[in-house]
């Protein structure tokens, strides 16, 4: 183990020890799957970790958490949240994160004070706070902690002693919600975000990517794929396969963002 992801994982586990309890909100990423190992390695039946399941929630990635779940052996809750009965949050303008979790934290605030659990704690990481994050605001106003930007913990860091620990997280790509593939404005539905999650796994089977966006603009969708996948499509056989089952889905027009995948592109239009 390299001295700074040892003095790290350290630091995190000095950091836990220092609350008699906490409730972890649990996504399944790489963040939230490291602060969740190393809570429970600190305080084992004093840690709860917590996955928020809403229609904006692919269902693999449920399927992932449990068995992400299983192999640390933390005790776990899934609980609903409702952010589609906020007429905010559906009408998708660009704050729309900060309606989802202000949402989230107020459920997790509440199941903190039934259990009894001092301190909520997420995966918030030092390279978020400069973004364009309106849930931060949330997350303030709920006192929610983040102890990797109090040890000012970077994605890389993270990644790395991930790695370390045995996490088969440590590679995972980013894996925001379905909602995020929507451009602002347009209104969120159930059938939008199904189209999305139907798209990005027709993607996943027809070119074996692994970093996937399906973007929608009206009935216009854009792909984003990893910048190192975009070979994946230099096929014609695979384009027409492509744009048949998409197009199957109700698109008008199949496009592919030619720079390829970049994080938090909708916010850059």
Sequence with gaps: MQLNEESKINALKNWFVNQKSVLIAFSGGVDSTLLTKIAFLTLGDKALA?????????????V?????????????????????????YLKNPENRCYYCKQELFDKLTSLAQEHNIDTIVDGTNFDDIGGHRPGLLAKKEANVKSPFVELKIT??????????????????????????????????TLDILSNVEQAEQIIKNLTGATVIRARVHNK????EIGKNER????????????????????????TIDIAGYSSGNMNKR
């Design 50 to 62: 917590v996955t928020s399941d809403s229609a904006s929630l692919a269902r693999n990635e449920l």
């Design 64 to 88: 992932e958490i449990k068995q992400l779940i299983k192999n640390i052996g933390i005790r776990h809750m899934i609980i609903k949240t409702n952010e589609f009965s906020n007429e905010n």
């Design 155 to 188: 994605k890389n860091e993270i990644r790395k002693m991930s790695e370390v620990l045995g996490l088969k997280t440590y590679d995972k790509p980013s894996t925001p919600c379905l909602s995020s593939r929507v451009e602002y404005g347009i209104p969120i």
């Design 220 to 223: 216009i969708l854009r792909i």
């Design 231 to 254: 070979k994946f499509f230099f096929n014609e056989n695979t384009l027409d396969d492509l744009n048949n089952e998409l197009q199957s889905l109700g698109f008008s027009y199949i």
